[in-house]
């Protein structure tokens, strides 16, 4: 099981679900954060890692504060720390 994998996955499921709450199109939301639309695509299917400074941009182009996207459910009990 590798944890950034599942959390890169799963901020981008949250992205596409707010972007899509806030009726933005993948197109528009790349125009506020200065990220291409085809980058938005990956970022959303979890096929890019995110930085922190990425996150950030999401955040404030979607108007919420950041763990707003990390909020879904993570069984943090399959992990391993990996040496």
């Known amino acids: 099981m590798d944890i950034l994998n599942d959390l890169t996955i799963g ?3 949250r ?3 707010i972007r899509k709450e806030k009726a ?3 197109e528009t939301l790349g125009l506020i954060t200065g990220i291409d639309s085809a980058d938005i695509s ?3 299917s979890g096929k890019i890692n995110l930085t922190l400074k990425t996150i950030s941009k999401f955040a404030i182009a979607l108007n919420v504060h950041p763990k707003e996207l ?3 459910d993570l069984d ?3 992990y391993k720390i990996e040496e």
């Open 11 to 13: 901020i981008g499921k």
């Open 15 to 17: 992205i596409k679900v």
């Open 24 to 26: 933005l199109t993948q």
């Open 42 to 44: 990956k970022y959303e």
């Open 70 to 72: 990390y909020n879904f």
């Open 76 to 78: 943090i009990t399959k």
